[in-house]
């Protein structure tokens, strides 16, 4: 992406006022919205497509041969189209749609682990997983007979390598493994893991929810087999997820879900399955949250990821600094390679307490385990108030945030 | 004092509080004093979990009264859970089961008891209300 001179600087004023969210208040005091990992605010842009959706498009797709099906469908189509240079995918029709992150990774655990898991295989996942990136899993080697290895972390929340590299061999059939730790912020080593995982033929997934909004994302040049990532985490609506597969393992696997859309032929006796995208998309999609997508991408390709990680790093960077000055204060989560996450603890307060009082003071962050029990149990803690940093943030809000905790802190201890 | 007047003393107490701070330093106050249940009883069996903050909850059914005590690893829940122990403990299961805690939505702390918070409250007055429930169909 070219960088713009006209975004030599990042104009965050500007990008705050496309989202009209921002302006309100929240008991009585400004919102600061600092809970971007659960779900990003929507821009302006997004927000109006969804109106002009309803007002003037919606139909249903790929069926009618009606005037606003047409429209529709292209509308649907678009994104599609607009994601295949966004991931830098090879086909339009490696990029599948689903409900989210979840469903995406679900449809491979199922569909990629009827075909190629069987009694005794390995599933490789890592300790910093979400829960979403490790249940699917367990099901998945619930019912195959396989094994789920767990690499470990160190104490920075950071993949111990080496133990990965020795967990890898010819019985490793996925290595799945997050990109970006929605609890720690810890950027890992993926384009490594992938060649390792390579190296003795297994295929590695990528959950790219906490990446996506952040860095930016080529597939072939990670040669990454699955990606799975939502479009509410990106500044676009709920409802619509991507999974991006490389066309040789979607077209060994067997469909996900039957219905409609998905078949090229049904009579009782057999159904042949349409071909892909469409045999991973049964029913009828969140047409809305597909079509408004686009506009959620157009959005960070036009301020550019590369400008949004740069400044999002900086406030990272002062965060940290600022919340480590407060006495008592302990971040989680202390990797080299982090990206614009913040989980902390006050020492003798309860995250949940800290979090009661940061939202009186109209803060929004995550408190509790973040849907991430084994990493929690494996810091031994409850859980921690996550302040997860977005591109309409500043630096005022951090310092507002800073001295919540403090006056937090000032109260429970 | 019956059930309600306890809750109408306790909505007289907070109307003292000028804003959210007052309240919350008070419940945070509650919480640090109240040695709320002996330890024997902080263990899994008597652990009502929420997502976020865990409660312990335990009934002793003495003289026809239900004696609650509780605890929490949050201390603004501890706090509730002290005054939800105020409210409830020392009534007969028929008071207990059939009382109405309007208290908490009058005196501003509804929020607490929503499902979204998962602090384990409202999991615990459901079981406050289950013990009631079931030592009344033990007694009839």
């Given at each position: 992406?070219?960088?713009?001179?006209?975004?030599?600087?990042?104009?965050?004023?500007?990008?705050?006022?496309?989202?009209?969210?921002?302006t309100?208040?929240?008991?009585?005091?400004?919102?600061?919205?600092?809970?971007?990992?659960?779900?990003?605010?929507?821009?302006?842009q997004?927000?109006?497509?969804?109106?002009?959706y309803?007002?003037?498009?919606?139909?249903?797709?790929?069926?009618?041969?009606?005037?606003?099906?047409?429209?529709?469908?292209d509308?649907?189509?678009?994104t599609?189209?607009?994601?295949?240079?966004?991931?830098?995918?090879p086909?339009?029709?490696?990029?599948?749609?689903?409900?989210?992150?979840?469903?995406?990774?679900?449809?491979?655990a199922?569909?990629?682990?009827?075909a190629?898991?069987?009694?005794?295989?390995?599933?490789?996942?890592?300790?910093m997983?979400?829960?979403?990136?490790?249940?699917?899993?367990?099901?998945l080697?619930e019912?195959?007979?396989?094994v789920?290895?767990?690499?470990?972390?160190?104490?920075?929340?950071?993949?111990?390598l080496?133990t990965?590299?020795?967990?890898?061999?010819?019985?490793?059939?996925?290595?799945?493994i997050?990109?970006?730790?929605?609890?720690?912020g810890?950027?890992?080593?993926?384009?490594?893991?992938?060649?390792a995982?390579h190296?003795?033929?297994a295929?590695?997934?990528?959950d790219?929810?906490?990446?996506?909004?952040?860095i930016p994302?080529?597939?072939q040049?990670?040669?990454?087999?699955?990606?799975?990532?939502?479009?509410?985490?990106?500044?676009?609506?709920t409802?619509?997820?991507?999974?991006?597969?490389?066309?040789?393992?979607?077209?060994?696997?067997?469909?996900?879900q039957?219905g409609?859309?998905?078949?090229?032929?049904?009579t009782?006796?057999?159904?042949?399955?349409?071909?892909?995208?469409f045999?991973?998309?049964?029913?009828?999609?969140?047409?809305?949250?597909?079509?408004?997508?686009?506009?959620a991408?157009?959005?960070?390709?036009?301020?550019?990821?590369?400008?949004i990680?740069?400044?999002?790093?900086e406030?990272?960077?002062?965060?940290?600094?600022?919340?480590?000055?407060?006495?008592g204060?302990?971040?989680v989560?202390t990797?080299?390679?982090?990206?614009?996450?913040v989980?902390?603890?006050?020492?003798?307060?309860?995250?949940?307490?800290?979090?009661?009082?940061?939202?009186?003071?109209?803060?929004?962050?995550?408190?509790?385990?973040?849907?991430?029990?084994?990493?929690?149990?494996?810091?031994?803690?409850?859980?921690t108030?996550?302040?997860?940093?977005?591109?309409?943030?500043?630096?005022?809000?951090?310092?507002?945030l800073?001295?919540?905790?403090?006056?937090?802190?000032?109260?429970?201890? | 004092?019956?059930?309600?007047?306890?809750q109408?003393?306790?909505?007289?107490?907070?109307?003292?509080?000028e804003?959210?701070?007052?309240?919350?330093?008070?419940?945070i106050?509650?919480?640090?004093?109240?040695?709320?249940?002996?330890?024997?009883?902080?263990?899994?069996?008597?652990?009502?979990?929420?997502?976020?903050?865990?409660?312990w909850?335990?009934?002793?059914?003495?003289?026809?009264?239900?004696?609650?005590t509780a605890?929490s690893?949050?201390?603004i829940?501890k706090?509730?859970?002290?005054?939800?122990?105020?409210v409830?403990s020392?009534h007969?299961p028929?008071?207990i089961?059939s009382?109405?805690?309007?208290?908490?939505?009058?005196?501003?702390?509804k929020?607490?008891?929503?499902?979204?918070?998962?602090?384990?409250?409202?999991s615990?007055v459901?079981q406050?209300k289950?013990?009631?429930?079931?030592?009344q169909?033990?007694e009839?």
């Amino acid at each position: 992406m070219e960088r713009t001179a006209v975004l030599e600087r990042f104009d965050v004023e500007k990008v705050r006022e496309d989202f009209p969210i921002l302006t309100r208040t929240v008991n009585g005091k400004p919102l600061v919205y600092l809970d971007n990992g659960a779900t990003t605010q929507k821009p302006k842009q997004v927000i109006d497509a969804i109106v002009n959706y309803y007002t003037q498009l919606n139909s249903n797709v790929h069926r009618g041969v009606h005037h606003l099906s047409q429209l529709a469908t292209d509308a649907f189509e678009v994104t599609r189209r607009i994601l295949r240079p966004f991931l830098n995918a090879p086909h339009e029709h490696e990029i599948i749609f689903t409900k989210g992150t979840t469903e995406s990774i679900n449809l491979v655990a199922q569909c990629y682990g009827k075909a190629f898991v069987r009694a005794g295989d390995e599933i490789i996942i890592s300790a910093m997983e979400h829960h979403s990136n490790i249940v699917p899993w367990q099901i998945l080697c619930e019912e195959r007979g396989a094994v789920l290895r767990v690499v470990p972390i160190n104490d920075a929340g950071e993949l111990d390598l080496d133990t990965y590299k020795s967990y890898l061999n010819d019985r490793t059939k996925m290595v799945a493994i997050t990109y970006v730790s929605n609890a720690l912020g810890t950027i890992n080593p993926v384009k490594e893991i992938i060649q390792a995982a390579h190296a003795v033929g297994a295929p590695v997934l990528l959950d790219a929810a906490q990446a996506i909004q952040h860095i930016p994302v080529d597939v072939q040049e990670l040669d990454v087999d699955f990606l799975a990532f939502s479009g509410h985490k990106m500044y676009g609506p709920t409802g619509i997820g991507v999974l991006y597969g490389k066309e040789q393992w979607l077209n060994a696997m067997p469909p996900y879900q039957g219905g409609g859309e998905m078949i090229k032929e049904v009579t009782f006796a057999k159904t042949t399955y349409n071909e892909l995208p469409f045999k991973f998309e049964a029913g009828t999609p969140n047409i809305e949250a597909g079509i408004c997508l686009t506009h959620a991408i157009s959005y960070l390709n036009e301020l550019g990821l590369p400008n949004i990680a740069a400044y999002e790093n900086e406030l990272l960077a002062y965060a940290t600094h600022q919340l480590t000055e407060i006495p008592g204060l302990r971040i989680v989560g202390t990797a080299r390679e982090k990206s614009s996450v913040v989980s902390f603890l006050l020492d003798g307060a309860h995250p949940y307490d800290v979090g009661v009082i940061l939202d009186k003071l109209g803060i929004a962050v995550r408190t509790g385990h973040h849907c991430t029990q084994p990493l929690m149990d494996r810091f031994a803690i409850p859980g921690t108030v996550r302040a997860s940093i977005a591109l309409y943030n500043t630096r005022e809000e951090i310092d507002t945030l800073v001295a919540a905790v403090k006056r937090a802190a000032a109260m429970l201890l | 004092m019956t059930i309600n007047e306890i809750q109408d003393e306790l909505i007289e107490d907070f109307a003292f509080f000028e804003d959210w701070m007052a309240k919350y330093e008070y419940l945070i106050q509650l919480g640090k004093e109240l040695p709320l249940i002996d330890e024997q009883y902080k263990k899994e069996e008597y652990l009502i979990k929420g997502c976020q903050s865990k409660v312990w909850l335990h009934a002793d059914h003495r003289d026809g009264k239900v004696i609650f005590t509780a605890d929490s690893d949050a201390i603004i829940t501890k706090g509730l859970v002290g005054l939800m122990i105020k409210v409830l403990s020392g009534h007969t299961p028929r008071e207990i089961a059939s009382s109405d805690l309007y208290f908490i939505d009058q005196i501003g702390l509804k929020e607490h008891l929503s499902p979204t918070r998962a602090n384990g409250l409202l999991s615990m007055v459901k079981q406050m209300k289950l013990y009631a429930l079931a030592l009344q169909a033990n007694e009839s």
